[in-house]
């Protein structure tokens, strides 16, 4: 008798999901881990038997608190990126006074 695929109908019948082959990629594999660990957390906040840990940690995602962390970490790289840009421009401009200088100096001992 030849195997059937199973559906998602029959899945949500029994309530086992389908085992996903390991991604080879790193990032990949992470994202994967996080996908079941994100569906074990809301499989035991609807079955009740999510530990205090669960619940605080979505509790806090949901909070303002979170919230401004989450801008204040966006403005800070936003201002490490601003740094970065204004120290490179710094280099350039140093470079160019440089060449300025010796362009000028070259013009003064030709004209002596």
């Given at each position: 008798m030849a195997r059937t695929k199973k559906t998602d109908a029959d899945l949500e019948e029994t309530g086992h999901r389908v085992r996903q082959r390991p991604a080879k990629d790193?990032?990949?594999r992470e994202k994967q881990m996080i996908s079941y660990a994100?569906?074990?957390a809301e499989q035991q906040l609807i079955d009740g038997t999510a530990s205090s840990q669960v619940i605080t940690h979505?509790?806090?995602l949901g909070s303002k608190q979170?919230?401004?962390e989450l801008e204040k970490l966006k403005n800070d790289n936003?201002?490490?990126k601003a740094k970065v840009?204004?120290?490179e421009t710094s280099k350039e401009m140093v470079a160019l006074?440089?060449?300025a200088m010796t362009a000028m100096s070259a013009y003064?001992?030709?004209n002596l």
């Open positions: 790193p990032d990949a994100m569906d074990l979505f509790l806090k979170y919230e401004y936003e201002l490490i840009e204004s120290y006074y440089n060449e003064s001992r030709g």
